[in-house]
């Protein structure tokens, strides 16, 4: 345990003497890995990093991602594959989730024996009544799913429990068959829109709870599902790794809400739990995003204001003012933590940061901590070109700092997030090009520390197809292995955890209390300070 925990904080230090040293940023080479599926439009690792999955026309494959064979496949006519999500359910068995172009949603179970279809989710034979799934986005373990659906100008969220060892269970009988009927997927909740105005909330909130009163129909849900984090979960049956709740919310709402995960459904005479509101806002959430460890999450509001909630203590980490750069389209968290000799549990977090994307496509980053000033710095200038505009930001969980940056003139590289610079520029194999870079096909394998994304052959006539992916000729699968180059080696990390996510950390029961109850009573003066603080800024927000 100490050798892994020295080796981990060598792998820090390096990386942070490196990056005070970052001179011209180095080229690097995509290889070409393999050719891809007709119309290969998704693509998804498993989260055990042993399998890729591609979601194509007519149906999708499964490939080993070691050594990129096709391993299974799942076929049916006129079906187009447009999202896929892969999850590990057990030792070599994966449960995956797909969309196709007609909005239905499937379940399927992959062994080594091949592909199940377990549930459709919502087939029906009158296409005026069925309803169409938006997104359907499956927990680590696959045990739940949350999909957005809607039907006309309704729309609403499902919560599913997928009865996972049950299945698994159910695949040892021999006499398995095409009919084969399957324990049935579960749906747990529907919540619609007007969930959050019937939520009962402790009086301290009730007063900046804001009823969410639109004459518009919200046009989409943005979900996250939520670890156990602290004491306060301690109660909670949910395993390592596996979430214990979610938390949504609807364009237009002015409220996080947050729902504790069932495994049984609800009798249909009984009302629909209403879900606890989470973090009640003074303007329009915009953007969200929850960090890995899913301890914080922070909020963009269309007042622009930042909020960054700590759900370990149970208190808002940050609220500040950030650029007038436009609204904020994206923001999500950098995985950076300095090496600390000091291994004592804390409620405490160090500085914590995120990349903020606006509409005017200048980026930012914003690095805050409790009790101290948020300090905001530009990573990338407003671009002066729309070749130049951000399409993607996504952090890299194994490159500790770094964030990885697409353009919509196809152009990719590696930004230091906390240095603001710019480590490498990542260059596709002649005659080929990023298949559609408004939105990408691309999928990271965290354990082999892998990019696998699509690339297309150049057209060969002069019209443009960066924006339609079926146009070229051929797709490629491209490759890149980030700690095969010397420029990327610094900032690549063994163990890729937050110091709290740790297990050496994780305390229970009585400990846990006592811990929470002795720092809650010497952070008092600093708490006081940062509240003070807080309510300052949004008087200052309210009345501009």
Not at 76 to 85: F, G, K, N
Not at 105 to 113: D, I, K, Q
Request: hydrophobic share 35%; charged share 20%.
């Amino acid at each position: 345990m100490s050798e892994e925990k020295s080796s981990t904080e060598s792998e820090t230090t390096a990386a942070s003497s490196a990056r005070k040293f970052i001179k011209k940023p180095a080229t690097i080479h995509l290889t070409n890995a393999a050719q891809l599926p007709e119309n290969t439009n998704c693509l998804a690792c498993s989260d055990d990093s042993a399998y890729l999955s591609l979601g194509h026309s007519g149906g999708f494959s499964v490939w080993s991602a070691r050594t990129l064979s096709r391993e299974a496949e799942w076929l049916q006519e006129r079906v187009e594959m447009t999202s896929i999500h892969m999850s590990c359910a057990s030792e070599n068995a994966y449960l995956l989730g797909t969309i196709d172009d007609m909005g239905v949603a499937r379940v399927f179970l992959y062994n080594l024996e091949g592909i199940y279809s377990f549930s459709v989710i919502n087939m029906l034979d009158d296409i005026n009544k069925r309803s169409v799934c938006l997104n359907f986005e499956l927990s680590k373990g696959g045990e739940y799913g949350s999909i957005i659906m809607r039907c006309n100008n309704e729309i609403w969220l499902e919560i599913y429990y997928f009865p996972v060892h049950d299945w698994l269970k159910e695949l040892k009988d021999p006499k398995i068959s095409a009919n084969m009927k399957w324990s049935p997927a579960v749906r747990v909740n529907r919540l619609n829109p007007s969930t959050a105005n019937a939520t009962e909330v402790p009086n301290i909130l009730s007063y900046f709870l804001v009823l969410d009163e639109t004459n518009e129909p919200p046009r989409h849900c943005t979900t996250h599902f939520l670890l156990r984090c602290g004491h306060s979960d301690e109660k909670t049956k949910a395993k390592p790794g596996s979430p214990l709740a979610l938390c949504f919310w609807w364009t237009g709402s002015y409220n996080l809400l947050y729902l504790m995960l069932s495994k049984t459904a609800k009798a249909k005479h009984d009302p629909e739990p209403p879900p606890l509101v989470l973090w009640p806002n003074w303007a329009e959430i915009i953007c969200s995003a929850v960090s890995r460890c899913t301890r914080f999450i922070a909020l963009g509001l269309s007042n622009d204001l930042l909020c960054v909630w700590d759900r370990l203590s149970g208190s808002p980490l940050s609220i500040s003012r950030v650029s007038s750069e436009g609204a904020l389209l994206r923001l999500h968290f950098v995985d950076y933590w300095p090496a600390c000799s000091d291994t004592t549990p804390t409620l405490t977090p160090g500085e914590v940061h995120l990349v903020t994307l606006y509409e005017s496509g200048a980026v930012h980053v914003i690095s805050t901590r409790q009790g101290a000033a948020t300090n905001i710095g530009q990573l990338l200038p407003r671009p002066k070109d729309s070749g130049d505009q951000p399409t993607v930001i996504a952090s890299v969980p194994f490159l500790q700092g770094l964030s990885m940056v697409v353009c919509r003139n196809g152009e990719m590289f590696l930004q230091d997030v906390v240095n603001r610079a710019t480590v490498c520029v990542l260059s596709f194999p002649a005659h080929h090009q990023l298949a559609c870079p408004s939105n990408p096909i691309y999928s990271l394998n965290i354990n082999q520390r892998i990019l696998f994304i699509r690339g297309d052959q150049e057209p060969t006539s002069s019209v443009s197809s960066l924006d339609d992916p079926n146009q070229s000729q051929s797709h490629s699968l491209l490759m890149l292995r980030f700690d095969e180059h010397d420029a990327i080696k610094p900032y690549v990390v063994s163990h890729p955890e937050y110091p709290w996510q740790q297990e050496s950390n994780v305390l229970i029961g009585e400990d846990a209390c006592n811990l929470y109850l002795e720092q809650r009573a010497l952070s008092m003066d600093e708490r006081h300070k940062a509240i003070t603080q807080t309510w300052k800024r949004l008087r200052c927000a309210t009345t501009t």
